[in-house]
């Protein structure tokens, strides 16, 4: 059972950055393996933020976060960054991160971020 813990989150001033954590107790090494970073707000539903590929070369984004946010990963560490840039009180929510390993999802706990004056 792979285990996965977010950190990093906290309370930001809109237009300002914070950069988000993931833990993994173990990375696995398929093909198709990727990590994924989602949101979620009260009353809604769990928003797709962002994915890497495990061979780190390919990314995505949603459209509402696309030029602001940049996802990376570290292979040495197991870890997984989510670099949040000119946030805006819309990306106020509970950030998950997600890895696909193996054919399996694997979720953290979440982290919660604010973004308000």
């Known amino acids: 059972q792979v285990q996965v813990m977010e950190s990093g989150g906290g309370l930001v001033q809109p237009g300002g950055s914070l950069r988000l954590s993931c833990a993994f107790s173990?990375?696995?090494?398929?093909?198709?393996?990727?990590m994924s970073w989602f949101r979620q707000t009260p009353g809604k539903e769990r928003e797709w933020v962002t994915t890497?590929?495990?061979?780190?070369?390919?990314?995505a984004y949603a459209d509402s976060v696309k030029g602001r946010f940049i996802i990376s990963k570290d292979d040495d560490k197991n870890m997984v960054y989510l670099q949040m840039n000119d946030l805006k009180p819309e990306d106020t929510g509970v950030y998950y991160c997600?890895?696909?390993?193996?054919?399996?999802?694997?979720w953290g706990q979440g982290t919660q971020v604010t973004v308000s004056s």
């Open positions: 997600r890895g696909n390993l193996g054919g399996y999802y694997y």
């Open positions: 173990e990375f696995t090494r398929y093909r198709k393996d990727a």
């Open positions: 890497i590929l495990i061979d780190g070369l390919s990314a």
